[in-house]
């Protein structure tokens, strides 16, 4: 399938790449601090690392090497770095490699210097943290290359680990992927159930633009499931179409049905997207894409700390 409107020039395709190179790294902000206080609590608990407490001399400091042990992208470097520096605040935490780099197996990633304590009893708890976010940027990097010859964007959608949301969304956009929408309170998303209850797609989407948030002008996203929706939805001038586990060929018999684009809808495929298809959807006319399995059925990139 193909629609020579979709297709990227070489210069559009330089700098769809030069701006998901991301050099940023995912910040340290209090939603973060919160992750990383909860997942200490959770594994120090009320006594500690009794292990670490027991064959470790107290002041002992030592130095240790983080290594990828899959290939990747990496993402969650200064979340990885604020772990150990809650249990000790002289640490020194050094990259080598940023967030948004690509790296093999057996790679060096970072360097960390303190008190051997702290380095063992935040380990854990940081390669978690960072191998989930390098995993998300992996998953989201693979699918941002599959469509990179098109216009369409990669996002993910609510499906994400709970307590964990930020990390998940921001690691998507070090992946190259832009973010959906962040949870139920920033943008109204009408599913087939709010259809049902409010009597239509037309009544709902009205609904939503009269409400309070709607007259602040958030913005309204409508599912459609076939071409009669999509057809009511069109007529309702929502601010994006999702068009929910239809084919790329069923949505691109929708979007020709138009007799002239409105560039103030935009469209969107979700449900049932994998790498094998996503191109296709990608050509059928739409400017983005939603999938839930960059969050949900992550594979954690495989981490290592050792002490040199």
């Known amino acids: 399938m193909t629609t020579g409107s979709m297709r990227m020039t070489k210069d559009e395709r330089g700098k769809r790449k030069e701006g998901n190179s991301l050099s940023s790294f995912i910040p340290v902000n209090r939603l973060v601090k919160a992750i990383i206080r909860r997942a200490l609590v959770e594994d120090l608990g009320s006594r500690g690392d009794i292990t670490t407490s027991a064959t470790v001399p107290a002041g002992q400091k030592a130095q240790a090497v983080i290594i990828a042990k899959s290939n990747g992208v990496i993402a969650?470097?200064?979340?990885?770095?604020?772990?150990?520096k809650s249990l000790d605040k002289k640490l020194k935490y050094t990259f080598l490699k940023a967030d948004g780099e690509y790296v093999e197996a057996g790679t060096e990633i970072t360097k960390i210097s303190?008190?051997?304590?702290?380095?063992?009893?935040?380990?854990?708890?940081a390669l978690n943290l960072m191998g989930r976010c390098c995993g998300i940027a992996s998953m989201t990097m693979e699918y941002v290359e599959a469509i990179a010859e098109t216009k369409a964007k990669v996002g993910e959608t609510r499906k994400t680990a709970p307590g964990l949301r930020y990390l998940d969304k921001a690691s998507v956009r070090i992946g190259g992927g832009v973010n959906h929408r962040y949870a139920l309170y920033d943008a109204f998303l009408i599913k087939e159930n709010h259809v049902a209850a409010a009597g239509g797609i037309s009544k709902a989407v009205a609904a939503c633009r009269e409400s309070v948030w709607g007259r602040r002008r958030v913005r309204v996203m409508v599912e459609v499931r076939d071409f009669g929706e999509f057809q009511e939805a069109l007529a309702a001038k929502p601010d994006r179409i999702m068009f929910d586990n239809m084919t790329p060929e069923e949505i691109l018999y929708c979007r020709l049905s138009m007799l002239e684009d409105d560039e103030s809808i935009e469209f969107e495929a979700t449900g049932g997207i994998t790498i094998s298809n996503i191109n296709d959807y990608a050509e059928s006319g739409v400017g983005y894409i939603s999938i839930g399995a960059l969050t949900h059925s992550v594979k954690v990139m495989d981490l290592s700390l050792l002490l040199m």
């Open 76 to 84: 969650g470097q200064l979340v990885a770095s604020e772990v150990f």
């Open 114 to 125: 303190g008190l051997t304590a702290a380095i063992l009893s935040g380990e854990r708890s």
